[in-house]
């Protein structure tokens, strides 16, 4: 029951948040990388965390989770390491899954306490799914939340579109910390803040250790 009564709360949230897009008109989320035109994934019905990690209710009370777009197109080739079983329980802030490119690794952990349900093997078998299908076949695991009230302090339908336009201004300012004069910044980097596909593999070990601890962990 108060799963269900969640979902119409959303539902209701997404209503909302539809006619003041369609009254307001805002630009819509296009950031996109230097090889693959398409807009960054942020679709309204899916909650999205500060971990970088999206999330779907489903009326069962159970959640699909995986990593977002966000992260995975500053990849060419990502690839999923799933660190939990089925039947295990997850804290928040504990690390979740690993994202990797050739050497280059980083942890992304949980937004919410929850017990690990279901693996998605297929994903790790087969990880194009991340580019052709993320929000269907992309998923990482099904998790069941302790307190389903937990998502209501994710970001949901326009507040992430707003939060990823910050996170992009957050990227920009810590690429160009990479030199004292930001020089790098124009090489990872295009106008408009827009991600270079492939720019994790430019990152040393350090500056993916950075990355993680400023974009991916959990408060």
């Not at 999206?54 to 989770?65: A, D, E, K, M, Q």
């Not at 777009?69 to 039947?87: C, E, H, N, Y």
């Not at 580019?131 to 937990?150: C, M, Q, V």
Request: charged content about 25%; some cysteine; glycine content about 6%.
């Amino acid at each position: 029951m108060t799963v269900l009564l969640f979902l119409t709360i959303i539902i209701i949230f997404l209503g909302v948040d539809y006619v003041m897009q369609r009254k307001n008109k805002p630009a819509p989320v296009t950031y996109q990388t230097q090889h693959n035109h398409d807009p960054l994934r942020v679709p309204s019905g899916i909650f999205f965390a500060p971990s970088h990690t999206w999330l779907t209710l489903f009326p069962s009370g159970n959640v699909r989770i995986g990593i977002d777009d966000f992260v995975l197109r500053m990849m060419k080739d990502p690839k999923l390491v799933l660190l939990k079983r089925a039947g295990t329980t997850v804290r928040k802030g504990e690390p979740l899954l690993q994202i990797k490119e050739e050497l280059r690794t980083i942890t992304a952990r949980s937004p919410i306490d929850a017990e690990v349900v279901e693996l998605n093997d297929t994903v790790q078998a087969h990880p194009e799914a991340l580019r052709e299908s993320l929000f269907s076949d992309g998923w990482a695991y099904t998790i069941r939340p302790k307190k389903i009230s937990d998502l209501t302090g994710l970001f949901l339908g326009e507040q992430s579109r707003a939060w990823i336009q910050r996170e992009f201004g957050r990227l920009r300012d810590f690429v160009a910390g990479f030199t004292q004069d930001g020089s790098l910044a124009p090489a990872l980097m295009q106008d408009g803040g827009m991600v270079v596909e492939g720019v994790f593999k430019s990152f040393s070990d350090e500056q993916c250790q950075q990355f993680e601890q400023q974009f991916l962990f959990v408060d």
